[in-house]
């Protein structure tokens, strides 16, 4: 069983910026940050696959959002720039096993306690 914990949440302005972190208590291929607004499906933010470090992105996100890691610490991080009301959302870190990191939720085992990210205008 990983366990992952999640900071940095916050509230800023529109065009802002903010860092999430996730730290990973074990090893697991992928890593990544999903994101979840009252009364919408939790979708994908941004994945990234150790070794290769192959990132994916939401289109929604793509050349505002960057997310790296921390190999040696099995530490996640999202950074986030440009951010706009329409980001606000409980924001999750995931992570699963196996060499391929999916865009659906249900493919990950496991999960953090989510951090609140809201942008006011």
């Known amino acids: 069983q990983v366990q992952l914990v999640e900071s940095g949440g916050g509230s800023v302005q529109t065009g802002g910026s903010l860092t999430l972190s996730c730290a990973a208590s074990?090893?697991?291929?992928?890593m990544g940050w999903f994101r979840q607004a009252p009364g919408k499906e939790r979708e994908r933010v941004a994945t990234?696959?150790?070794?290769?470090?192959?990132?994916a992105y939401a289109d929604s996100v793509k050349g505002r959002f960057t997310i790296s890691r921390d190999n040696a610490k099995y530490t996640a991080y999202l950074k986030m720039n440009s951010l706009q009301p329409d980001d606000t959302a409980m924001y999750y870190c995931?992570?699963?096993?196996?060499?391929?990191?999916?865009?659906?939720?249900?493919?990950?085992?496991?999960w953090g306690q989510g951090t609140q990210v809201t942008v006011s205008s």
């Open positions: 990234i696959l150790i070794g290769s470090g192959r990132t």
């Open positions: 074990g090893y697991t291929p992928c």
């Open positions: 995931a992570a699963r096993p196996g060499a391929v990191c999916y865009t659906d939720h249900r493919l990950f085992p496991y």
